[in-house]
């Protein structure tokens, strides 16, 4: 991918972002050959659009851990009003949040581990997908990468400060939207171990996007999978222990 190819994609996906048209997935984009090409073009766009106000991650098996910013203004606190957005249907996640409530006094190794349990907040969040791409099935993983693994916004409730008592790998939890059970009993954080996949995240990020503040949060995966939802109605999630979080969808 040629500097000049990344910039246009940048600008095309900021242009979406302002309000302007959806990308077309066509013959006519450029191929994004490495996920340094994508994190190239997420940095542009957070450089247009920012400021940052947190990160969202994943480790899927056989594959690189995935890292993309969320930006300041998508982020809302609970009971949130979501407004209308460029698409019809959103995806929705029930996910854990990691608040950083002040600087990580180690970087890497079993330091990092610890400090990550004292430095962090948690938080539930609901999570909204919207795509910059006009159709997002049709992108390759690669382009979604690019354009913030297709985050559309954040909602997020109070933070709980001392979970040195939460078990992170037994959660129980519950979704609900409009009459829709989406989630009701047992679920679990992707990869199992969300301490193992916060200190990855910041071992790999760097300074990507400015790299993680505090006050910022980052996110580890859907309790409840990936299910897509018109707008119009509202969004309850509760995880046992650690509070609720409400969005409410305009049409």
Known sequence: MTPQQSAQLAQQLVTARRGGVAVAVNDALPRLETDADAYDVQAQVARAIGPVGGFKTA?????????????????????????????????????????????LAATQGAELR?????????????????????????ADPRLRLADNQSNGGLVLGAPIEDWSGFDLTALTARLVFGDTVLLDGPAQIPGGDPIETVSRFVERLGDHCGGLQPGQVVITGSLNGLPFVERGDTAQGRIDGLGAVTAQFAP
């Open 59 to 103: 480790i899927k098996p056989g594959a690189a851990q995935i890292i993309a910013p969320i930006f300041a203004a998508d982020i809302h606190p609970s009971p949130a009003q979501i407004g209308p957005g460029p698409s019809r249907r959103i995806g929705i996640e029930l996910e854990v949040g990691f608040l950083l409530r002040r600087a």
């Open 114 to 138: 610890a400090a990550v349990r004292s430095c962090f907040a948690l938080v539930p969040a609901i999570e909204i997908v919207e795509s910059r791409f006009d159709d997002r099935e049709a």
